[in-house]
């Protein structure tokens, strides 16, 4: 025995060494194996993997190398890393506290909002044994006494009473357990003002940015002559099925009731109804006039959103943010002002095909977000894409087990050229901003054969590619950019129903809308001892108030400012949502 753990010991320290550059192998160690979720009495080595694939052509297109079933005589066994993160609702003196540690409070919060069945400390995080549900250990008075099986359990507790209102709201949206009803993977410069906005596209989407309750209420409750009022209430609970992220049509379930109180008694209106965020846009790029720039030089960029609601281009707040990779913290920011719309790829002909392909590209791995030229792609898993060459003569795109998403201005038509290499077919999915599905299409279930597959669908700004089993490659993808300063494209029922109720006067027909584009630009100079590196790109936009001097109130009233209109992150993980990219440059 003793003789096999110095063997072991002495083992492990060699392959550490080994290893140490893989860059999917965590750790590696030794105890029993596991198979199939059960532990069997068989000392292993054991390897701690970011990612298991299911071939060695996927390790090695990531550029790991296959672990071998036995090494000098001691069998292995590879086990994913995968720490599961746990995070909680609520607040307590503006700290949110890591489960896994013992100490911090938590409570029963079952369907209370301003009292609790209990509270006390929180002593650990445990796991079912028979099936490894993730269980909570505290006294009988902090969950039991009052409480039953399935209520809701919020750590760190107490909050205070409108911590505890938005903690409700967030179990809502999202299921126990969530630090905040949105988990963005911003960057720290761009954190205070897109939480802002995400906090307005809430509010204005279920109060009601064209027609607030009080006037609704008001409206339904119209005084007699002698009759005075003494003062108005209004009471409002919201729920969101879906994740409050401004720039993009989420739903919200609202109760509201309106009071008012007069001389001769006081009267009531009350409504339950679901309203749509209609604060969004249907498209947004920004470019630069370069693709690098030495130190000190001025970067031009020029930026076109494309809106469905009657504005005029003046009636934007537009602003590119500059964020160097080198400093994350550090951000340039210029305001861009309204211009004439350049030919965005002047070089075609209007209705011909602009095409990224990837024969100039490294082999091996890329980031898990990022750009390929015009095309922004992102890995749902956050896991490194990789460039491959093992389909010769081509290079392509790996399409990871959990998909890719691209992203791009809005075109009409998409055509890709895909391949796979097992019984997997690729499927594309086209969607406009608004989340609407343009188009969806699947290639045969034919392996090592290149097959073109085409989307069609005024508006197209992503399209989600999946399949391939992890070994879907995605060699070229093109677009028919929308060339015109209007294009017209589908909205879901949902949509439709709130851009009636929130902007009455804009002209509906046949589920779709029709969006007008506005040009902005912009330069500003890079630091002069800028070191080399690259450089992201986010652009934000918001609306102003225009609405001119003089406008009867009740008018005047409809219109709103400051609104997020621009989409940022997808909501694609759940409650997590990932930061997109607009626009990448470099520094040399």
Known sequence: MANDINALQSLLRRLEAEYADDPNIVSIGFGLRNREGKLEMERAIIFFVRQKYPSVRQVEAAGSKPIPPEIEGFPTDVQRFNPRIRAAVGHRDDQHFDPLLGGPTTANAEEHIFWFNGYGTLGLLVHDATDGTEMALSNWHVYADGGEEGDDIIQPAHPTAGDHVEAITKVAACGPLVTSLIEWEVPDPLTAGLYGGAAGAALAAAASDYRDPTRRGQDATPTVAGQLTNGELVEMAIEYPQLPLPGIPFKTDVKWRYERQTTQGVMTHEVEETRTNTQFLLGKMVVTDKSSYGAGNTVRLIAAVWDYQPRPCDAY??????????????????????????????????????????????????????????????????????????????????????????????????????????????????????????????????????????????????????GGGGEGLLISYCIAPVGAEVFTTGVTGHVMEGIRLENPRIALANSSIKSKRCCFTGTIDLPPDEPPGKWDVYLTVQNINDVPQGTPPEEAATTIGGHVLSSHSESILGCTTIMLLDHVFDVI
């Not at 002909?349 to 990224?356: A, F």
């Not at 392509?396 to 075109?411: D, E, I, M, T, Y």
């Not at 599905?437 to 290639?443: C, R």
Request: some cysteine.
């Open 317 to 466: 707040h537009v602003v590119a943010h500059l964020i160097p990779h080198l400093r994350p913290k550090t951000v340039l920011r210029v305001v861009l002002h309204p211009a004439s719309c350049p030919r965005t790829f002047p070089q075609q002909p209007e209705g011909e095909l602009v095409c990224v392909s990837f024969e100039d590209s490294e082999v091996g791995p890329y980031p898990y977000k990022g750009k390929f030229a015009w095309l922004g792609y992102l890995d749902p898993s956050q896991q490194p894409v990789s460039i491959v060459n093992w389909f010769e003569p081509y290079k392509a795109v790996q399409v990871s087990q959990r998909g890719l998403l691209l992203s791009h201005q809005p075109a009409s038509k998409v055509v890709a050229r895909v391949a796979q290499f097992t019984n997997a077919p690729i499927s594309l999915v086209a969607r406009n901003s608004a989340g609407t599905v343009l188009d969806q299409v699947t290639a045969p279930a034919q392996q090592g054969v290149v097959h073109e597959l085409t989307l069609n669908g005024n508006g197209i700004v992503e399209v989600m590619v999946r």
